[in-house]
């Protein structure tokens, strides 16, 4: 790891998490160049004049004002081109496919830490940094893991887990071991944070709106109506299109039944939501694709490690078999509502091993 006196490429979205980052670095005797990235404009939603539009020019101007309250230096890269191809684009398309992505994993992964590596190396930098909450260590051999945040409500290893072991090793949280209380307490007692964000889990280029609201205005072709059937292939009514809807969703289904039902599954090959009670939403199995292993590698064919298949929840004891072109979980005890698109990470203990993309699940 770099020491005082070194130079740090700092992410700043100007909410209170990259602002404290800031104050931290400064304070620890690093010199410190804050970038922000550019990436969504348009105010599309009746949200968006909120701070919850990071990308917009709200953050892009409180980045700035914090930059300037602790006298470090302070860019902005328009990367609205590149997060269009390789984020924006794809979001929709998972949902066009009848799956539900998070477009955060494959930011930093495609977007925001290859650029902050590039910027590092153009201005000869010694080292990047973001506000995420996560932690890194090396391990017994020397390498460079990812470990969660000290604060597990905050925790947001899952988000970095398509990070490899070279991006780490340039990589500072100094979030990791604190808690969201005293990131904030530190960012107010410096004035860098005129004034509370959103939380970070928000997808940025929905500015507050639902993603409902953005595939209808951008992506019309996605609402296309078709059959809600049972899991028997019964017709219960119409939909408006298996982009509103996700594994697991209970309300606004538009059909009436004596018991409660829940989307189990989409069919975009029939454009047809398939309903069934609690028992049928998929809990106990997933294959995921598209694997990422931070060590380069997984740690065996066959192991025992917890898994997270949703951001924001917590790990769960699985067996972890590798297969063909990824890896199956089986969960110890139901997990709620595994979805195809989202991200199954594994963990042991605190350490991140790695993940995958669920392809699908049972």
């Not at 080292?127 to 893991?145: E, P, Q, S």
Request: glycine residues 12%.
């Amino acid at each position: 790891m770099v020491g005082e006196g070194a130079s740090v490429i700092l992410a700043m979205s100007g909410g209170v998490d990259s602002s404290s980052a800031a104050v931290s670095l400064v304070e620890e005797g690093y010199r410190v160049i804050g970038v922000t990235f550019r990436m969504w404009e348009e105010d599309w939603s009746p949200k968006a004049a909120g701070l919850s539009a990071r990308c917009s020019l709200v953050g892009v101007e409180e980045a700035a004002r914090a930059a300037r309250v602790l006298d470090i230096e302070h860019v902005v890269i328009d990367l609205r081109e590149r997060f269009h191809a390789q984020i924006v684009e794809p979001f929709a398309r998972e949902y066009l496919r009848g799956r539900t992505p998070n477009p955060c994993v494959e930011c930093n992964r495609l977007v925001k830490f290859p650029t902050l590596i590039e910027v590092a190396e153009e201005l000869g930098a010694d080292a990047i940094a973001t506000g995420h909450y996560a932690r890194i260590c090396r391990d017994g051999g020397g390498a460079y893991a990812l470990l969660r945040s000290s604060d597990r409500r905050k925790d947001q290893s899952y988000v970095l887990y398509g990070l490899g072991r070279e991006q780490l090793s340039r990589c500072l949280f100094p979030n990791g071991e604190r808690s969201k209380g005293e990131v904030r307490e530190m960012a107010l007692a410096r004035g860098v944070a005129a004034r509370e964000s959103g939380e970070s889990q928000e997808i940025c280029f929905l500015c507050g709106g639902s993603y409902r609201d953005f595939i209808s205005r951008h992506y019309p072709e996605a609402l296309a109506p078709g059959p809600v059937l049972d899991t028997s292939g019964v017709k219960l009514g119409e939909h408006r299109g298996i982009a509103c809807y996700t594994v697991g969703q209970r309300r606004g289904l538009g059909v009436s039944a004596p018991r409660p039902l829940y989307v189990v599954a989409l069919d975009p090959s029939h454009q047809a939501v398939i309903l069934g009670g609690r028992e049928e939403v998929p809990g106990k199995w997933l294959h995921a694709a598209l694997p990422h292993w931070i060590k380069g590698e997984p740690p065996a064919a066959s192991f025992e490690a917890e898994a997270m298949a949703r951001y924001n929840t917590a790990p769960e004891p699985c067996r972890v078999e590798l297969c063909g072109d990824g890896f199956e979980l089986s969960f110890e005890r139901r997990v709620w509502a595994l979805t195809p698109g989202q991200h199954a990470v594994l963990y042991h203990g605190d350490q991140v091993l790695g993940g995958g993309v669920i392809a699908s699940v049972r």
